[in-house]
Nanobody, 126 residues
Framework: VQLAESGGGLVQAGGSLRLSCAASGLSFTTYSMAWFRQAPGKEREFVSRISARSGTINYADSVKGRFTISRDNAKNTVYLQMNSLKPDDTSVYYC????????????????????WGQGTQVTVSS
């Protein structure tokens, strides 16, 4: 299984970026997909999750209303549209996947996911 993130970069506060995560080696339509982020010296934190058939979507409170997760099962790709970016959003963003059902408790925990990408850096300047 491989997850490959792309789309990170440097952007000014208030700007937008769209991250992509291309998945291979898995039956994509059976996997929930999520985005996490990790800033230097901090723990990896949940950003957003989308269920296998896009029936359920969750967001961290810190990004709700600004970020939108989506997936294209025909392209084996999950996206994270990030608008109104803030300097606090500066982090390495990771894509993660998990096959099958998840308890509500594990949906926002890194331990709830099986596979991870290498991450893409997002830097928001003030």
């Amino acid at each position: 299984v491989q997850l490959a993130e792309s789309g990170g970069g440097l952007v000014q506060a208030g700007g937008s970026l769209r991250l992509s995560c291309a998945a291979s080696g898995l039956s994509f339509t059976t996997y929930s997909m999520a985005w996490f982020r990790q800033a230097p010296g901090k723990e990896r934190e949940f950003v957003s999750r989308i269920s296998a058939r896009s029936g359920t979507i969750n967001y961290a409170d810190s990004v709700k209303g600004r970020f939108t997760i989506s997936r294209d099962n025909a392209k084996n790709t999950v996206y994270l549209q990030m608008n109104s970016l803030k300097p606090d959003d500066t982090s390495v963003y990771y894509c993660a996947s998990r096959r099958g059902p998840q308890s509500e408790r594990t949906q926002s925990l890194p331990s709830g996911y099986e596979y991870w990408g290498q991450g893409t850096q997002v830097t928001v300047s003030s």
